[in-house]
């Protein structure tokens, strides 16, 4: 029985390694071309989510969940100037929500409302943002 109960724990730990080093090579063997795709394919479904979810809860929010996510994409594998620039693109996307922090009572498609902040009284601030 003890023989047994060690043979699983071998086996469980072993598979455990296994999956975690699939996680962290998942982008190592990809070109650098194929890198660039997902995170631009993975960019283009975290934006369509994000430009519904304000329908329901704050922009603030809403970009704040965009961010996040965004900030989970791996790079491995991407070329260290693309990299840079999306690290600069989140970094963007952060600093909106912050302004957006203005506007709690605002719902509705993300670009719907942007129009309406850039007719807002805080256009100047706005624009450079965008």
């Known amino acids: 029985m003890r023989t047994k109960?060690?043979?699983?724990?071998?086996?469980?730990?072993v598979l455990l390694s296994c999956q975690n080093k699939?996680?962290?090579?998942?982008?190592s063997n990809i070109s650098e071309k194929d890198c660039i795709d997902k995170i631009l394919l993975d960019d283009s479904k975290l934006g369509k989510?994000?430009?519904h979810e304000c329908e329901t809860?704050?922009?603030?929010?809403?970009?704040?969940?965009?961010?996040?996510?965004?900030?989970?994409?791996?790079?491995?594998?991407?070329?260290?100037?693309?990299?840079?620039?999306f690290k600069k693109h989140i970094s963007a996307w952060n600093n909106m929500g912050k302004f957006t922090e203005n506007y709690p009572e605002l719902r509705g498609e993300m670009h719907d409302l942007f129009d309406s902040i850039e007719k807002s009284k805080d256009s100047a601030t706005f624009k450079p943002l965008l």
């Open 57 to 85: 809860i704050t922009l603030q929010k809403t970009i704040d969940n965009y961010v996040k996510a965004m900030r989970k994409l791996n790079f491995e594998g991407c070329p260290e100037e693309f990299s840079v620039a």
């Open 22 to 27: 699939k996680k962290t090579e998942s982008n």
């Open 49 to 51: 989510i994000r430009n």
């Open 5 to 13: 109960l060690t043979l699983t724990m071998l086996y469980l730990v």
